[in-house]
């Protein structure tokens, strides 16, 4: 199963605010979701976004794909950065012990 970390549209007409969700990437937009790993407001200035960032960690570990938007919201935030620094370490310490 193809899992993705998305944007999942809230909100009223013309007053958008979103969840980011762990979804199947077969499911629809607004559909079914596994996790929900916290929220975002471009309404508001500056944007608001408010993200578990352990539970982000643990979902990009497992696998999950983020989208493009979500990648962007996480790279703002930092979560993307702590995440390639992890895997850099750990395939450091794996080439250390071969």
Request: hydrophobic share 40%; glycine share 6%; charged share 35%.
């Amino acid at each position: 199963m193809a899992v993705k970390i998305r944007l999942k549209r809230m909100g009223k007409k013309k007053t958008p605010s979103y969840r980011v969700v762990v979804a199947d990437a077969r499911s629809p937009r607004d559909g079914r979701i596994i996790e929900n790993l916290g929220w975002y407001n471009p309404l508001v200035e500056p944007s608001a976004i408010k993200v578990d960032e352990e539970k982000v960690l643990r979902w990009l570990k497992n696998g999950a794909q983020p989208t493009e938007s979500v990648a962007q919201l996480l790279k703002r935030i930092g979560v993307l950065d702590r995440f390639e620094q992890s895997k850099t370490a750990a395939a450091a310490a794996r080439a250390e012990a071969e």
